[in-house]
């Protein structure tokens, strides 16, 4: 029996993906307006948050709600490790550290992978399903900006495991009126994915210094 859960975090989020598509770093991008040194630390930022998301699923891929949800082909660490290595070299696990947004975001991963597990599908839909839709179209603005060959420094993007993207969605959401949920958990889930649109938020905006120091104040603030 379908518990409605695709149909709640879509409507339940609509209002954090159009905020976060709103913040000036996010809109700059969509416009082409990114340099290499943003989009390599967007991506380091990213590798982080990542490895403990999918360190926190590996672990509960026996839970009921997380084990439903399992999709391996969805990782994007090793993807990520390739980005690092393309944009900072061998020495990369030596070079980088979270950002203070990304440490806040990383220690919420953790805390309900202790304590609230089911939660952990409220970040994983918000990451990935963006990763699939939109994030298709952000690596080839990426990779238009930065004159970037196949999918070099874009790595992150490139799903090789899931040749449909839309087919797998499809699947996804499928999957996700089959869980074992009730209407509180899955209220919970909805909850946990607006906060983890808002964790990726605070990442963005720490990157706007970075982007107004690339472009000059007055020009960044023409573009937003």
Not at 49 to 62: D, G, M, R
Not at 127 to 137: A, F, N, P, T, V
Not at 151 to 156: D, I, L, N, R
Not at 217 to 222: F, Q
């Amino acid at each position: 029996m379908s518990n409605n859960l695709a149909i709640k975090l879509r409507s339940g989020t609509q209002q954090a993906h159009t905020d976060a598509e709103n913040v000036g770093f996010m809109k700059c991008f969509v416009q082409g307006v990114i340099d290499r040194e943003c989009l390599s630390k967007f991506l380091s930022n990213l590798y982080f948050v990542y490895s403990e998301l999918e360190t926190a699923i590996e672990k509960h891929k026996q839970h009921p709600v997380i084990g439903g949800m399992y999709f391996p082909e969805l990782n994007r660490q090793a993807s990520l490790e390739k980005d690092m290595l393309f944009y900072y070299g061998n020495l990369w696990p030596h070079l980088l550290k979270p950002s203070a947004a990304t440490e806040k975001y990383i220690t919420r991963i953790y805390e309900i992978s202790a304590h609230e597990p089911a939660l952990l599908l409220g970040h994983a839909y918000t990451r990935y399903m963006g990763d699939l839709s939109g994030g298709q179209m952000l690596q080839k603005v990426a990779q238009s900006a930065l004159k970037l060959s196949e999918y070099e420094g874009t790595e992150f993007y490139n799903f090789e495991q899931i040749p449909d993207k839309q087919a797998f969605k499809n699947k996804y959401r499928q999957a996700l009126e089959q869980l074992p949920v009730d209407d509180t958990t899955a209220d919970q889930i909805v909850a946990e994915a607006n906060h983890a649109f808002y964790l990726n938020m605070e990442i963005l905006k720490e990157l706007e210094t970075i982007l107004i120091q690339s472009l000059g104040r007055a020009t960044y603030n023409d573009l937003v």
